[in-house]
């Protein structure tokens, strides 16, 4: 019966130690996905200050194009 139990508790130990490792890849990967998302974020804010910016020149010409005719 001893043996039985020695067993159990390495067993126990191994899968701690297992959840222990899975625990720390999710945090690494948790922090790498964040780190990406907030790349990503301030790209998409660049990009919508380079769209703002080429909407307002566009808007610009066309005005002058419109001037142009009159």
Same mark, same amino acid.
């Given at each position: 019966?001893? &043996? ?5 508790? &390495?067993? !126990? ?5 297992? !959840? ?5 890849? !999710?945090?690494?990967?948790?922090? /790498? ?6 790349? !990503?974020? /301030?790209?998409? =804010? ?6 703002? =910016? /080429?909407?307002?020149?566009?808007? =610009? ?5 419109? /001037?142009?005719?009159?």
């Amino acid at each position: 019966m001893p &043996d039985k139990s020695v067993e159990e508790l &390495d067993q !126990l130990e191994q899968r701690i130690e297992g !959840l222990l490792e899975w625990c720390e890849q !999710l945090r690494e990967e948790n922090r /790498a996905l964040r780190e990406s998302l907030e790349q !990503l974020n /301030a790209e998409r =804010a660049r990009l919508q200050e380079k769209h703002e =910016a /080429a909407q307002s020149q566009i808007e =610009a010409m066309i005005g002058r194009l419109k /001037a142009m005719e009159q």
